[in-house]
């Protein structure tokens, strides 16, 4: 949550997948010159051939509000119409809790609330659609079926309030990761969206709590996700977390320069520890261009600064749709998806490397994380 603030693609077993395999073959033997325009055909196929994972997503917060999130909507990012018309695989659903949650006392049960609108009012409402995921594996099985895995994370570590407890009963509910601060820093963890605000008591980092937290979260199989954390934060959580980590919903701090995004060297260090940077699609993390708008070529950018630094299996996709102001150009909601996958082929990524950076590196590194539970 960042904002100031055609049918089934179905499963692809039998022939069908053997055809569209051999589709893969042939545009990996023609593959598409830098600065070519890809086909309709080829980009579909490409898109088909690939398991589309997006890492956060706020449809929730609208969903809490009262609105259905099947029918195509006039407004928002997200639905179940769109959803299709983008071939989007796999969902992670933000439980967002606002930090005005935690002077009432009241962040623990919001986050209920938020993780119950996904369960309820989405998966319980489109059975036949959604199916919630609770592993790597789930959502493999979920693409078999031509269905759309449904996952959860929790944003904003201030919703457990302080209770290890509450931390495993979210996990038992299927919250399968929790970003560990929101723009708020909170009693364990200090947050990239106040560090410079002098009224804010501050830890250099995480607390001792909050390093018995990324314990606790490693011990369930529960991944720890630092978008949103100071920079202190980050290395601290790098440094004591015994599996991958990752951000969810950030981007590269070197081509737009704002606190949220990473640097070179977190990126770097990211990746030598198995981790991800999954870009965020919200225009002002994107670029800080006063004209033109951010555009889709934009997201390629830093997806491309991210291969250069540490190579293709480091970036993913966390599009923030939903919780962010501003989209960009070509890629204004999640039927927009294909776009992408044509620009991807246009700079020269093979299909191979866009089924990776789409949802093959995160699928990795969740089995990581799984294989590590109980520990």
Partial sequence: MDANKPPS????????????????????????????????????????????????????????????????AKDGHTDLVRLREGGVDAVFFAAYVSPTYVPRRQAARQALE??????????????????????????????????IAVLIGVEGGHAIENSHRVLR???ALGARYMTLTHANTNDWADSSGD????????????????RQVIAEMNRLGMMVDISHVSDKTFWDVLEVSRTPIFASHSSCRALCNDPRNLTDEMIRAL??????????????????????????????????HVVKLTGIGAVGIGSDYDGIDYAPVGLEDVSKFPNLTRALLAKGYSPEDIA????????????????????
């Fill in 9 to 72: 693609r179905g499963g692809y077993n039998g022939p069908h997948m053997l055809l569209v395999r051999l589709g893969i073959g042939l545009v990996l033997l023609g593959a598409v010159a830098p600065g070519q325009k890809p086909g309709d055909e080829e980009v579909r196929r490409v898109h088909r051939a690939a398991i589309l994972i997006d890492a956060h997503n706020d449809a929730p917060l609208r969903v809490i509000r009262g609105v259905d999130i099947g029918p195509r």
């Fill in 114 to 147: 938020m993780i119950d609108a996904v369960r309820t009012s989405m998966v319980g409402r489109y059975p036949g659609d959604f199916t919630l995921a609770l592993t790597a594996s789930d959502i493999e099985s979920a693409h078999r079926e031509g269905k």
């Fill in 169 to 171: 009963s979210f996990h």
């Fill in 195 to 210: 560090v410079d605000n002098p009224k804010v008591p501050h830890h250099n980092g995480l607390t001792d709590f909050g």
């Fill in 271 to 304: 990746a030598a520890k198995g981790g991800l940077v999954q870009i965020n699609f919200r225009a002002a993390f994107l670029t800080q261009r006063a004209a033109p708008p951010a555009g889709v070529e934009d997201v390629v950018a830093h997806i491309d």
């Fill in 356 to 375: 990776r950076i789409y949802g093959g590196n995160l699928l990795r590194l969740m089995r990581a994380v799984e294989a590590a539970a109980g520990r």
